[in-house]
C-alpha cells in the first residue's frame, strides 16, 4: 500500500515557475513508476510525465516538453515536478500516481495509487 502527498501548487504569472512534491509512505519507493497527470474543468485527466521505476527513464506529453521535469529522490520517496515557463493552459489540478505493474506509465488506468491533488493556476 502506497500514500501520496502533493504539495507546491499555488497561484502563478504566466511564464513562472513551480515545484510539485509528491511524498510517498510506504516500503520499496524505487520500484514503482510515478506519474504526473493533470485535469482541468470540464476536462478528462491527461498524462503529464512518468519517471520509470528500473531505469529512471523520463517521458513527458508533448504539450510540456522541454518546460517540465520530472525527478525522483527514492532516498526521500518523492518525486517531483518542477514547471517553468507556465502557461494559462497549465492551470489544473495535479496528480501524483504510482504503479509496480509498468515501467513505462502514460495513462491513467495503468496506476493504483493516486493522491489528493493540488491546484495550479497560472494567470495570464
Known amino acids: 500500500q502506497v500514500q501520496l502527498v502533493e504539495s507546491g501548487g499555488g497561484l502563478v504569472q504566466a511564464g513562472g515557475s513551480l515545484r510539485l512534491s509528491c511524498a510517498a509512505s510506504?516500503?520499496?519507493?524505487?520500484?514503482?513508476?510515478m506519474g504526473w497527470f493533470r485535469q482541468a474543468p470540464g476536462k478528462e485527466r491527461e498524462f503529464v510525465a512518468f519517471?520509470?521505476?528500473?531505469?529512471?527513464?523520463?517521458y513527458y506529453t508533448d504539450s510540456v516538453k522541454g518546460r517540465f521535469t520530472i525527478s525522483r529522490d527514492n532516498a526521500k520517496n518523492t518525486v517531483y515536478l518542477q514547471m517553468n515557463s507556465l502557461k494559462p493552459e497549465d492551470t489544473a489540478v495535479y496528480y501524483c500516481?504510482?504503479?509496480?505493474?509498468?515501467?513505462?506509465?502514460?495513462?491513467?488506468?495503468?496506476?493504483?495509487?493516486w493522491g489528493q491533488g493540488t491546484q495550479v493556476t497560472v494567470s495570464s
Open positions: 519517471v520509470s521505476n528500473s531505469d529512471g527513464n523520463t
Open positions: 500516481a504510482a504503479t509496480r505493474r509498468y515501467t513505462r506509465a502514460p495513462y491513467p488506468t495503468m496506476y493504483n495509487y
Open positions: 510506504g516500503r520499496a519507493f524505487s520500484s514503482y513508476t
